[in-house]
């Protein structure tokens, strides 16, 4: 059964990869073909191209995330703070948000410093408070919502493991004989 899991994370990692978002281009570069697919950064304008694409002239210094919302150590610090006062799952600044830190981290980690240690200290603390209080509300929002309703607030990888977190609740209540909702 884990490897299912980790088949289908993977497999949710690679359609993000593929998945098409938009760029502002800091600098011009000319037409290049990346497997017949035909790319061009204008300085100033947008362009729409797969996020493994984007995400190389990001790292590069070539382009910035349209939605390019700043995670830094303080809106980090922030966020965790709002998850934990609410009840339901807050709104993230943006569906890159796990790859927007993942790329912070691995930034710091590259500057070995003390202030960017510091920095990488508070990043990686505030972001494990998020991930631990946004599994909490997952698993009992799979314990409480029988019926189907959509949450705006759910990265994709939740959407994910809500499922399978009320398939598994399910496959467990069947085994004990209960046709109906007992946990509410």
Not at 34 to 49: A, N, P, T, Y
Not at 75 to 90: D, F, V, W
Not at 153 to 159: I, Q, V
Request: net charge negative.
């Amino acid at each position: 059964m884990d490897d299912d899991f980790a088949l289908e994370l993977r497999r949710i990692e690679f359609d993000f990869e593929e998945g098409f978002v938009n760029v502002i281009g800091k600098s011009d570069l000319n037409l290049i073909d990346i497997d017949g697919l035909k790319i061009r950064l204008v300085e100033g304008q947008s362009s729409k191209m797969p996020f493994w694409v984007a995400d190389i002239f990001v790292r590069e210094g070539l382009a910035e995330f349209e939605e390019d919302t700043e995670i830094n150590y303080r809106s980090l610090a922030q966020l965790a703070h709002e998850e934990a006062r609410q009840k339901r799952l807050a709104k993230l600044p943006t569906k890159l948000f796990i790859r927007k830190v993942r790329f912070e981290i691995e930034r710091l980690n590259k500057e070995k410093n003390r202030v960017a240690l510091r920095k990488l200290a508070s990043i990686e603390g505030s972001f494990n408070k998020i991930v631990k209080q946004r599994m909490k509300k997952l698993i009992q929002e799979a314990l409480i919502s029988g019926e189907e309703n959509k949450n705006n607030s759910l990265l994709e990888e939740e959407e994910w493991l809500l499922t399978k977190l009320k398939s598994l609740l399910g496959a467990w209540q069947e085994a004990l004989g209960f046709n109906e909702h007992y946990y509410d």
